[in-house]
């Protein structure tokens, strides 16, 4: 009876702290289409509300790896427990990286809305990037809730397209900088945009190799889509 009683206890306390992963994730998806709005109208309130956020989700991260730490130092775990732990620290950690990614976009938004920099530049591809890797956010915190490995794949197979529209975007601004160099600056902006727009789609595939961790135990964050499509099996 007693072993059930601390069994019953672990399980809460595991979803208490999924729970909270979950509020962090809520949280970020917030800060990015903010950050989106506040690029496509140069909104610059936005993009304070964006950067005051960060805060918010800094001291989240703190919260739930002292949480984290505590559970594993009382109950001691293994296996898929002591798995979902570990990847539930990792899954915060990317977190809070999405964070300052978006972050970092707001702030370039608020810096090209005052400048009026960039403005005849392709900032609508940007745009579409944004809602990809902001949508492959979502899908990965959904899958990762339900410990789903075949939404996971398909996650990771979505991020390539990300990183397509990236090399596109790239060598559409190489155009305009060689037509035109007066946008060579300008041009830079947009690119460190790109930047963290790519990297935040990233993040949304290490959650769902994650996911892919905690379920079958193998670590498939180096190794090809083929591979990680056997392993799920």
Partial sequence: MADKHLST???????????????????????????????????????????????????????????????????????????????????????????????????????????????????????????????LLRKALDAFARLDTAAAVSILKEDDLIDREFDGFLRKLITYMMEDPRTISASLDLLFLAKAIERIGDHAKNIAEFIIYIVKGADVRHVSLAQVESAVQ
């Fill in 9 to 135: 206890q672990f399980d809460a306390e595991l979803n208490s702290v999924s729970s909270r992963v979950m509020e962090l994730g809520g949280l970020v998806e917030s800060q990015i289409r903010k950050a989106i709005y506040a690029l496509a109208q140069f909104s610059t309130e936005v993009a304070d509300e964006v950067e005051q956020t960060e805060q918010r989700v800094n001291a989240m991260e703190v919260e739930i790896d002292r949480e984290l730490a505590s559970i594993i130092g009382r109950r001691q775990p293994t296996a898929r427990d002591l798995r979902l732990l570990l990847a539930i620290s990792k899954t915060t950690a990317n977190l809070e990286r999405v964070g300052d990614e978006s972050a970092k976009i707001a702030r370039m938004a608020k810096s090209i809305a005052e400048s009026g920099a960039a403005r005849q530049l392709p900032t609508l591809d940007l745009r579409v990037s944004a809602d990809l890797a902001s949508g």
